[in-house]
């Protein structure tokens, strides 16, 4: 189980419809504990890729040493990231399955379609018959508030 806030849910949906038709990303910072994934905090990156945007992401390096250098002293460590599919579902591109560098981290998946957030789903890496592969993980909100954030 991944634990958010509704702040932070609401924020990567209006990122996404922001950055419509581009793929928006970022990270994610919290602590993983008694196998539950606690998010405290998203952190946007700009989508650094030198390919196609809308469907390709790239956290900018620069943006995660930092976060990672202002975490030293923290109990708090990056968990995992986020990024949008535009006009996509929210589950794992043949892209994202070949971009698994590491098993640790949380992949948050937002899909947008006509600049509206649909759906955000969140998957961690696991190992599959012969590579790593992704499997959903439950999204848990605290604050009680719409994840999605569309009240009308
Ligand atoms: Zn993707």
Same mark, same amino acid.
């Not at 950055?19 to 990303?25: G, H, I, K, L, V």
């Not at 990156?45 to 030293?72: A, C, H, M, W």
């Not at 109990?75 to 589950?91: F, K, L, N, Q, T």
């Given at each position: +189980?991944?634990?958010?806030?509704?702040?932070?849910?609401?924020? +990567?949906?209006?990122?996404?419809?922001?950055?419509?038709?581009? =793929?928006?990303?970022?990270?994610?910072?919290?602590?993983? =504990?008694?196998?539950? *994934? =606690?998010?405290?905090?998203?952190?946007?990156?700009?989508?650094?890729?030198?390919?196609?945007?809308?469907?390709?992401? @790239?956290?900018?390096?620069?943006?995660?040493?930092?976060?990672?250098?202002?975490?030293?002293?923290?109990?708090?460590?990056?968990?995992?990231?986020?990024?949008?599919?535009?006009?996509?579902?929210?589950?794992?591109?043949? %892209?994202?399955?070949?971009?698994? *560098?590491?098993?640790? +981290?949380? *992949?948050?998946? %937002?899909?947008?379609?006509?600049?509206?957030? %649909?759906?955000?789903?969140?998957?961690?890496?696991? =190992?599959?018959? @012969?590579?790593?592969?992704?499997?959903?993980?439950?999204?848990?909100?605290?604050?009680?508030?719409?994840?999605?954030?569309?009240?009308?």
């Amino acid at each position: +189980m991944i634990i958010f806030n509704a702040r932070d849910l609401n924020k +990567m949906a209006r990122a996404a419809e922001e950055e419509y038709p581009q =793929e928006c990303c970022g990270l994610l910072v919290g602590r993983f =504990e008694n196998a539950v *994934w =606690e998010v405290k905090d998203i952190v946007p990156s700009k989508n650094v890729t030198p390919y196609d945007q809308g469907n390709r992401f @790239e956290i900018d390096p620069i943006t995660r040493l930092k976060l990672q250098k202002d975490l030293r002293d923290s109990p708090e460590e990056v968990i995992g990231h986020y990024h949008s599919h535009p006009d996509g579902a929210a589950i794992p591109s043949s %892209i994202d399955k070949a971009s698994i *560098w590491e098993r640790n +981290m949380l *992949w948050v998946i %937002i899909s947008v379609a006509k600049a509206r957030t %649909i759906e955000i789903v969140a998957h961690r890496v696991i =190992e599959g018959s @012969e590579e790593l592969s992704f499997s959903p993980i439950e999204i848990h909100t605290i604050n009680g508030l719409d994840p999605v954030g569309h009240s009308g």
